[in-house]
């Protein structure tokens, strides 16, 4: 048992030392920065309020994108955990059409996330998912992908999502910038 423990435990730290070379930030930035490309600034310009919905550690990450939601975009922001977003969505959103609800979800197979963007999506609410490539079942009711490489500890071995969070984050923070930037809350003075 202990072996297998310093195993897991080497290949752990094989992985958070990965970051160091630049080759991990510069793939995941290349899959954020082709997403955002993809979105219609105008279309950002127009959203009042934003959720961020997740579950588990990828309700964390949420938490996280709101505070930039709010300090950086200048939305009325709010994390929630993706099944309440789903039960009391209508006591949660109050403005659908003003609004655009996140899903987080680092496998992007997350069923609370699926479902909640669903919920939004037959409210009026427009819906992204931030999440791993591939084909994934959040996307079914998701208007726009943002990809992340965060499939990164599968590839590595190991089952602790640490730094596919991190770079979920990353996506989440160049999100609120893009809106920042989209709606005019973002200038040089600030």
Not at 147 to 169: N, V
């Amino acid at each position: 048992m202990s072996n297998e423990i310093a195993e897991k435990n080497l290949l752990l730290k094989e992985l958070m030392l990965s970051l160091a070379d630049k080759s991990a930030w510069a793939y995941n930035d290349s899959l954020i920065e082709g997403s955002l490309k993809k979105l219609d600034r105008s279309e950002l310009a127009r959203f009042e309020h934003i959720f961020f919905v997740g579950h588990g550690t990828s309700y964390a990450t949420a938490l996280c994108a709101a505070s930039w939601g709010s300090h950086i975009a200048r939305l009325t922001s709010r994390a929630v955990v993706a099944y309440e977003f789903r039960q009391y969505m209508e006591d949660i959103m109050l403005v659908p059409k003003k609004s655009l609800v996140v899903g987080i979800s680092c496998g992007g197979e997350t069923e609370s996330v699926r479902l909640a963007l669903g919920c939004a999506r037959d409210a009026g609410a427009a819906t992204m998912i931030v999440s791993g490539e591939g084909d994934i079942k959040c996307a079914e009711f998701a208007d726009w992908r943002v990809l992340t490489d965060s499939h990164i500890e599968q590839r590595s071995g190991t089952k602790a999502a640490s730094i596919s969070h991190t770079f979920l984050m990353a996506a989440a923070f160049k999100l609120c910038v893009l809106i920042g930037s989209a709606n005019g809350s973002l200038s040089d003075e600030r």
